[in-house]
Every structure is written in C-alpha cells, then in structure tokens.
C-alpha cells in the first residue's frame, strides 16, 4: 500500500520567497503523480499532473519534480504571494489499487 | 458540466437519521471516486466507480455507507444511522482512467456535520 508523507507540515515565510514542498512515497511504480491546492473549506484543485516519464512540469509560478527512483516529488513556487496561502496536497497512485493515496499536505502561509 | 459538482455543499443531520450525497461528474469521465477528509486529517478514499463494472468498496468504513452511480454519471453516497464520528468534508472527484490519462478533478465537497 502506498505512504505519502509531506514535510514540512506547515511554513510560513514572507511575500516574495521562494520556497520547496517535499513529497515521498513508498511505492516508487506510479505512473502519474499529483500536487493539489486546498482552501479552507474548499475542494481540491489540481495544480499540477507529472507522467512518470516526465522529470519535472512547469506551471507559472509553479515548478513539480519528479524522481521515481528514490520515491520523492517537490514543488517550488518562486515569488510567493499571499495568495499561494493554502495547504498543498500530494497524491500517487499505487500498484493494485484503483484510488490515489494523499499525503496530509503542507500547510503555507505567506505573509504581506 | 465544466466541472464535478456536489449538492449540498453543507448538510446537517442528527445522529440515527440518514443522509444523501450527490455528485455529477465531468461530461464523460468514466471513473468516479468518493474521499472523506475528516478536521485534521487526510483524505480517505471510500469507493471508485468505472463504467460498468464492480465498484471498488475497500474504502467504505462500515455497512452504514453504500454508494450507487446511475447511468455511469451521477453517483449517490449514502450514509444510514449517521454517527458523530461521520462528520467530515465528503469529496468526489472524476477522471478518465488507465495509466496515461490526466488527473482527477474534484468537486468542493459536502460538509456533513451529525450533531
């Protein structure tokens, strides 16, 4: 069965940083990876979708990696803005089962 | 529709009585999922429809919840003697499936709350 741990579990840093979302997971045979926005209260919103041949995909502002051997993803957003405050979910697939397997997200902060 | 939509967005009910939840998928997504995401937790998947075939079940948490999808679009979760510990976000997302598909999308989810 699939793990998806995020670290850090919250962050809070200051308008205009760059900053790193850390994904792993333990079942390195997905063929797809995803990373999630939250609002408070809201549903999820697909941010980015990395294949398991790609390396990384570019979104804006938004950077996802991808490498598969040593079962770890990262977003990098560049120039945060107080409107990237969310939690930021992390979600693979795994071999045999029908569903994705979320990580419990990072929560960010970015402060004016 | 553009998007997968979920009614009711907020839904209160006392404990023992039963609840439905509704989502319309995306126009032609043939799988279909339903996840709970309790206060502080992750999401937790619940059950996967495809097409025709058997539904997923492993995820559902007890014989209180049962999930139909008519016609291969608009699904129904149903929770019977709802219980204080089945307050959550219930979410449902869709997607076209198999290995090289795209992602899932979601709804914005039912908050359920058993007082």
């Known amino acids: 069965k699939q793990e998806v741990t995020q670290i850090p579990a919250a962050l809070s840093v200051p308008e205009g940083e760059n900053l790193v979302l850390n994904c792993s997971f333990t079942d390195s045979a997905i063929y797809n990876l995803q990373w999630f926005r939250q609002d408070p209260g809201k549903g999820l919103t697909s941010l980015l979708l990395i294949q398991s041949s790609q390396r990384e995909q570019t979104s804006g502002r938004l950077n996802a990696s991808l490498d598969k051997s040593s079962g770890r993803s990262t977003l990098y957003i560049a120039a945060s803005q107080p409107g990237d405050s969310a939690t930021y979910l992390c979600?693979?697939?795994?071999?045999?089962?029908?569903?994705?397997?979320f990580g419990t997200g990072t929560r960010l902060t970015v402060i004016p | 529709g553009a998007g997968v939509s979920q009614s009711p967005s907020n839904k209160v009910t006392e404990k023992g009585k039963d609840v439905e939840l509704r989502c319309d998928p995306i126009s032609g997504h043939t799988a279909l999922y339903w996840y709970r995401q309790s206060l502080g937790q992750g999401l937790e998947f619940l059950i996967y429809f495809q097409g025709n075939s058997a539904p997923d079940k492993s995820g559902l948490p007890s014989d209180r919840f049962s999930a139909e999808r008519t016609g291969g679009s608009v699904s129904t979760l149903t929770i019977q003697r709802t219980q204080q510990e089945d307050s959550a976000v219930y979410l449902c997302?869709?997607?076209?499936?198999?290995?090289?598909?795209?992602?899932?999308?979601f709804g914005s989810g039912t908050r359920l709350t058993v007082v």
């Open positions: 997302a869709s997607r076209y499936p198999g290995q090289g598909a795209g992602g899932y999308t």
């Open positions: 979600a693979a697939p795994s071999t045999g089962a029908n569903n994705l397997f």
